[in-house]
């Protein structure tokens, strides 16, 4: 049974700041891996998609890393800013969607 | 714009009723997913389709119905809500294939008093 896990469970940092996300999963036989962001009381946007054949995805300040035969996924926010405060989800996908706890972000001025 | 759409937005019932949240997509997705999310805590797949007339229960056993008759459609229903139903309830839907992501709904807040 696939079980997906993201480390930390929070953060807090200043504006500017890089930040580095983690996720990791117990099954590498995933489709793909998917990237969320969640604003509190809202749906889910989805960030960055990631296929298993693929290393990594890039999308403006964001950029996400897969290393499927060690179950990892990195989620790297650069010159981070206020607005990125959310929990970011991580989700595995085999075949259905399984999805980590999520990192808490914020960011202050 | 293709998109996926939940109604209603919040909804506050009393115990005992029935009710149902709606789930649209305009995008033709044959597959899709009900999750429910309890406040902070993580998601987890209660219901999915891969097409009309196929419906299948989730990771996590849920008091809930679905039903598939329209592609676009997916409902989810509850004949007698409950307290312990209180919860977020999220749609989405996916390309059939795996090399597509998933798209989710705005969800739906439940508080069943």
């Known amino acids: 049974k696939q079980e997906v896990t993201q480390i930390p469970a929070a953060l807090s940092v200043p504006e500017g700041e890089n930040l580095v996300l983690n996720c990791s999963f117990t099954d590498s036989a995933i489709y793909n891996l998917q990237w969320f962001r969640q604003d509190p009381g809202k749906g889910l946007t989805s960030l960055l998609l990631i296929q298993s054949s693929q290393r990594e995805q890039t999308s403006g300040r964001l950029n996400a890393s897969l290393d499927k035969s060690s179950g990892r996924s990195t989620l790297y926010i650069a010159a981070s800013q206020p607005g990125d405060s959310a929990t970011y989800l991580c989700a595995a996908n085999t075949d259905k969607l399984i999805f980590g706890t999520g990192t808490r972000l914020q960011v202050f001025p | 714009e293709a998109d996926i759409y939940q109604t209603p937005r919040y909804l506050v019932i009393g115990t005992g009723k029935k009710i149902t949240l709606e789930c649209s997509q305009t995008m033709g997705h044959d597959k899709m997913y009900w999750y429910q999310q309890d406040p902070g805590m993580e998601l987890h797949l209660i219901h999915y389709s891969y097409g009309v007339n196929s419906t299948e229960k989730g990771d996590l056993s849920s008091e809930s119905t679905v039903s598939r008759i329209r592609t676009e459609h997916f409902p989810l229903t509850l004949e007698s809500a409950r307290p312990s139903h209180t919860s977020q309830y999220l749609c989405?839907?996916?390309?059939?294939?795996?090399?597509?992501?998933?798209?989710f709904g705005s969800g739906t807040r439940l508080t069943v008093v």
């Open positions: 989405a839907s996916s390309v059939d294939g795996s090399n597509y992501g998933y798209t």
